[in-house]
């Protein structure tokens, strides 16, 4: 089945730096990748995702790029900030398969330094 | 809208106990998900519901039922508990039919000793 390995499995950086977290994804026919934001105690949400059409997109200081040759997917962090702190996840999916199932990956856990 | 609820927000069980976790969604959601998260290890997703009236098995089954009971709430049932089933248990809901965004509740935390 569909498997989705996540690199680093943690990240700590200097606020201002960039923090990038990349993805690896099994399955040729998954073709939505989603970023989930965990803050503690609280459930993952949302951030920015990504459809196999297109290679890049942009969300003021989050980016996603998405090399469907390779298989592979990454989350771009620019001036990160403290409140980045967080652990992040990465997951695919097959829209196809009409049932919404999203495989994630290990989760990286982010710690921005003031 | 409360979005994603859950109950209880933390449980101390006993092996061999049984527990119903409670999961209410008031988004008119489609499609609803129990994960369970452990560290180091993601979320797995343990069963779901597409629609109303169907669940299926996800990666992690084993120890568990669930009951998709009407479009707002699915449970998730250990029938007879094990330490291996200590873990942070998340419900999710989907809109379906081509939206993907999964709206997380806050989680339960369950110990068995």
């Known amino acids: 089945g569909e498997n989705v390995e996540q690199h680093p499995s943690t990240l700590s950086v200097q606020e201002g730096d960039s923090a990038v977290i990349k993805c690896t994804y099994s399955d040729s026919a998954s073709n939505y990748f989603p970023w989930y934001k965990q803050e503690l105690g609280k459930g993952p949400q949302l951030i920015i995702d990504?459809?196999?059409?297109?290679g890049e997109k942009k969300d003021q200081r989050i980016a996603v790029t998405l090399n469907k040759t390779a298989k592979h997917f990454s989350l771009h962090i620019t001036e990160t900030q403290p409140e980045d702190s967080a652990v992040y996840f990465c997951?695919?999916?097959?829209?196809?398969?009409?049932?919404?199932?999203?495989?994630f990956g290990q989760g990286t856990t982010l710690q921005v330094k003031p | 809208n409360a979005g994603v609820t859950q109950t209880p927000k933390f449980q101390v069980l006993k092996t061999g106990q049984s527990m119903t976790l409670q999961c209410a969604q008031d988004m008119n959601h489609n499609s609803m998900y129990w994960y369970r998260q452990d560290p180091g290890m993601g979320l797995r997703l343990i069963y779901y519901?597409?629609?109303?009236?169907?669940?299926d098995k996800g990666e992690v089954p084993n120890g568990y039922n669930v009951s998709r009971l009407n479009k707002r709430e699915f449970s998730l049932r250990l029938e007879s508990a094990a330490p291996s089933q200590t873990s942070v248990y998340f419900c999710?809901?989907?809109?379906?039919?081509?939206?993907?965004?999964?709206?997380f509740g806050p989680g339960t935390r369950l110990t068995v000793t």
């Open positions: 999710a809901s989907t809109e379906g039919g081509g939206s993907y965004e999964q709206y």
């Open positions: 519901s597409a629609s109303e009236g169907t669940t």
């Open positions: 990504i459809r196999s059409n297109v």
């Open positions: 997951a695919a999916s097959r829209s196809s398969s009409n049932t919404g199932k999203l495989i």
